[in-house]
């Protein structure tokens, strides 16, 4: 193992670990992980770390665009949100550069940030690409993850987190599955814009599903999505009690 993978694993070594992922982009992971992180950090001392080198989504989303992590001698500080959670990201190093990489850079820019990144929290949640690369590969190496796949039941959506899910029952994973933007609340009517296409029967071990309705106020909370009181925690309540479950079983 190299130096830094060596490092991240002597980080991550007896932390509670968790990867939000998406077999696609535009799904609404950043979200689901910013809030997921939000609602566990109320019982754990969290770190997120954003490991989407490509969006960079996180720190627009806590209102840290543009800002710049200090770097002392444990390490590449994290952001706070509170005193419970924290913030890892590129974007933190990189400040509004576009950064794009080929795939093998992909891996170093992630062995690099997990190996000099100051973690020192109980929890850990790491907001992954979109897709099947070698990302996963990577994290798999340094720590036993447990994943929340995010999708949504649009037809493609739900042909492409499959392969995804079949790509983790390979790993031995037993992922939880996030439905979001299922459905839209309009009085007492449930209201579903991509029908009633089920999410049952994927995979080759059946996941457990959270269900997240859509919700237009959403976009008033980008730079302070520690702030949202929305529709969405509800289910993002519910994910959090099935990931704790998790993990008072290991």
């Known amino acids: 193992m190299n130096p830094l993978l060596n490092l991240a694993r002597k980080k991550l070594q007896g932390r509670k670990t968790i990867a939000v992922m998406s077999a696609k982009g535009g799904v609404g992971k950043s979200v689901v992980s910013s ?44 952001f706070t949100i509170n005193e419970k959670l924290k913030l890892l990201t590129l974007g933190g190093v990189v400040r509004n550069k576009t950064v794009i990489l080929p795939g093998r850079n992909q891996e170093k820019v ?71 933007m299922s459905y839209i609340k309009c009085g007492s009517q449930i209201i579903r ?21 859509m919700d237009e106020t959403l976009n008033e909370f980008i730079g302070k999505i520690h702030e949202y009181k929305g529709e969405l925690l509800d289910g993002i309540n519910k994910l959090s009690i099935m990931i704790n479950e998790r993990m008072h079983q290991t």
């Open 193 to 213: 814009p991509f029908g009633n296409l089920s999410l049952h029967g994927m995979g080759r071990k059946q996941p457990q599903i959270i269900e997240l309705p």
């Open 35 to 78: 809030l997921l992180a939000i609602a566990l950090s109320r019982e754990y001392n969290t770190l997120l770390i954003d490991l989407d080198i490509h969006t960079m989504a996180l720190p627009k989303l806590f209102g840290y665009e543009g800002s710049l992590h200090e770097v002392r001698k444990e390490g590449i500080v994290p």
């Open 110 to 180: 992630m062995e690099s940030l997990l190996g000099t990144g100051a973690i020192n929290e109980e929890l850990v949640i790491f907001d992954l690409p979109p897709g099947l690369g070698d990302e996963i590969l990577v994290l798999e190496k340094v720590t036993d993850f447990l994943p929340v796949v995010v999708t949504n039941p649009s037809e493609l959506s739900v042909k492409v987190v499959k392969y995804l899910l079949d790509y983790l029952a390979e790993l031995g994973k037993d992922p939880l599955l996030v439905a979001n």
